[in-house]
């Protein structure tokens, strides 16, 4: 008995750490900024794999960054500079949309009202 109690609670942690999907990873998932507004510069990573091969290429808010000639996967690197979400897709030789991912665009600070410097003598 006592070894599936053991198995039931380390079930849900498996289950948790699976990927959504594992033919198309997209890394990190956040961008944090210091301020709100301001650029966030990451450095992302994706990787895909598909079944058939075809012409794909790899989009970041429908701007596109990359393209595949006849395979079936592929890895693409870069630095990316945001200031909103940023939706990274990969669409296939007739535009349709094969993977979608999101990249978070998150900041620590709230943006300042007024760009003037505050300060008392007394």
């Not at 909103?84 to 990969?90: E, G, R, Y």
Request: glycine residues 4%.
């Amino acid at each position: 008995m006592n070894k599936y109690l053991i198995g039931f609670l380390f079930a849900p942690t498996l289950t948790l750490a699976a990927p959504n999907n594992p033919n198309f990873i997209v890394k990190p998932q956040q961008c944090v900024a210091l301020e709100q507004g301001q650029d966030c510069f990451i450095d992302v990573s994706v990787n895909w794999q598909i079944s058939d091969a075809d012409n794909f290429c790899l989009f970041a808010n429908e701007k596109r960054l990359h393209c595949w000639q006849g395979t079936n996967r592929g890895q693409w690197k870069s630095e990316l500079i945001m200031t909103d979400d940023v939706v990274i897709s990969l669409k296939n030789s007739s535009d349709k949309v094969i993977f979608s991912d999101k990249v978070k665009y998150a900041w620590i600070y709230k943006k300042r009202k007024s760009k003037a410097v505050r300060w008392r003598m007394f």
